[in-house]
Each structure stands twice: as C-alpha cells, then as structure tokens.
C-alpha cells in the first residue's frame, strides 16, 4: 500500500490561490458614470468639464460619451453641468396683435412666428424686412434680437425675456434725421 503525502492538497491549494489572484487581480474595483450626451460632442466642452471635476478624478471622452471613473455622488456638480449644456435648442412663438383694435393695413402681419433657439428668421414686408434671432442665456432668460432694415435706416432691438411669463413690446423706432 502507498501512503499519500498531505503537502500536495496544501500546494495545489496555494496554487489555487495564486491563480485566483492572477485572475481577479489585486486592485479594488473602479466605479465608472458614463454620461451620453444627444446635442452637443463632449470634445466641444472638454474645458468646461475640465474646470469642474476634481483633480483626483480621471476620465475619458469618446464620441458621444464622457466616462469618468469616479461615483456619482463624487461628481454630481459635474453631472449636473453637462446637463444644463447638454440642452436641445428650444422652440419660442412669438405672437402679434396691432397697437389698437381699429388698426387696418394692406400688408397684415403675421398673427404667430416660431423661432428655433440659434437660428434667423425672416419676415418681409413691403418696405422693410424683419430678421428675428433668440437665445437662451440662463435657466430663466432668453434674449430676442430683431433686427429691422428699411430703405433708408436699419435698427436692431434686444429684447431680454424671462420664461413663462408673457411680455408686451413695442417695435423701436428711430428718428430717420
């Protein structure tokens, strides 16, 4: 009869052991936040995102995606920040209505116009053409440009609009002398 030696199950347990360690490695894990972000690219804003995060913290930028190897609750200025710029343009109506009721032209106005956030729009009129451009500046205002050219006179009007709240105007009007 062989005897077995007890030293070979204790080996091939530090073996296993070993092995293990080579596997899963030897570093606590990382916790990774991606963020995808729809209207604007991550490298468009690497300063502003730069600028936010804590030194210690690393990440990454892809095509449409910043990961940063760090948990949320670490990083919540950050995240809170990409999602105030990562905003799509909004849409503004603006409504007309004639100075008073007994107001009558040729050439009516148009009762409503819909301007996307960034971009021009136009309005002729016989004598004169309207080009009417807004953008956001903060969570609460936006500002409306309307630019007016005449024949002889051109004038631009900026307007600074808090939201959801409605606001009544006049068109400037300038001396032609």
């Known amino acids: 009869m062989v005897a077995q ?93 004639p100075v008073n009721k007994n107001h009558y032209t040729t050439h009516p106005s148009p009762n409503t116009l819909t301007l996307l956030e960034g971009q021009f729009v136009y309005y002729s009129q016989k004598s004169k053409k309207n080009r009417y451009k807004i953008k956001r500046r903060n969570k609460q205002q936006s500002l409306l440009t309307i630019e007016t050219q005449g024949k002889n006179s051109a004038q631009n009007q900026f307007i600074l609009m808090n939201h959801n709240q409605w606001l009544e105007i006049q068109p400037a009007t300038y001396n032609k002398k």
């Not at 606590?28 to 210690?56: R, Y």
């Not at 909004?90 to 209505?97: D, E, M, N, S, V």
């Open 5 to 97: 030696r007890k030293g070979n199950t204790i080996s091939k347990a530090i073996i296993h052991l070993i092995i293990c360690i080579i596997i899963y490695g030897c570093d606590s894990p990382t916790t990774k936040t991606i963020v995808t972000l729809h209207n604007i690219t991550p490298a468009s804003i690497e300063d502003a995102i730069q600028g936010s995060v804590e030194p210690h913290i690393k990440y990454s930028i892809t095509e449409s995606d910043v990961i940063f190897f760090a948990p949320q609750k670490d990083i919540q200025d950050t995240l809170d920040l990409l999602r105030f710029l990562d905003t799509g343009p909004a849409l503004y109506q603006l409504q007309f209505k």
